[in-house]
């Protein structure tokens, strides 16, 4: 590699992704680049494909319960023991295909006069089949995020090797939303953390049914509890609201109209009207139908992980992984 040109190293996390696995490290491998495959004990053939492919892989030990967390820092250590010199980590999910420019465009923002301070870029993820379904155009409008200075970061994106290293990478018992977790985490140690508008990945959520986007957001509402139990005090107040939010309408209000129904009888289910209510409110606020119906719907999901990270916390349970496809 040019001795001017920082030294960058990948990796791609992965578990039962086949074919998507393939796309997406022929399109990070080349340059001369390490790139680790860390697999959460796959049964699709993925750890024979990525050596074939030329990645270094990384099998974790199936007696350890999996989290993306876990993988990710077991990729970041495999990279730095690999390429002692590495400066900088690009993390991919194996279910997304990095975009031609993307690198160039993150190192370049990284290396920038007076940018020494940030230690995360991210970029534009795009669903690659957003017409499949209203759950895959959901994510995709996920992960338009706000371009400029940012709070977190999701699963791709590149960081500066000494920042990760200096707050300790990833917290491996997080099931979701461990990336925002470790940006609190550099925030409060004075890094910072940009959204390019700059083209970063395809991803392939391949969300068809009700029940994935189900579980998902079920998931979603257990990082929401999990973050805020852990960074809810002021300053930050990690997803205090967004627990809240989850709580409010997905558990105390149905609580509200069942206890309101026994009292003054059927009179009470005038009360669902808020939800209907809801839906149109936010659709004033833009987004559409569509996506306002299953924000308000979803609260119901994100209540019963929050309802699941309450109970594992009562009784000292570890919560495995919660997948949704």
Partial sequence: MNKEQPAIGIVVIGRNEGERLRVCLRSVLGAGRAVVYVDSGSIDGSVALARSLGATVVALDMAVPFTAARARNAGFE???ALSHGVQFVQFVDGDCEMAAGWLHAALDFLTSPGHARYAVVCGRRRE???????????CDIEWNTPIGDAKACGGDAMMRVSALATVGGFRDDLIAGEEPELCVRLRAAGWKIHRLDAEMALHDAAMLHWRQWWRRSVRGGY???QGSWLHGGPPERHWVQETRRALAWGLALPIAIVLAAGWVGAGAMWLLLLYPAQVLRLMRRGGGAERAFFLVAGKFAEAAGIVQFAWNRLMHRRQHIIEYK
């Fill in 78 to 80: 495999a990279l730095r």
């Fill in 223 to 225: 990082a929401f509890a």
């Fill in 128 to 138: 690659r089949f957003p017409e499949k379904s209203v759950y895959n155009r959901l």
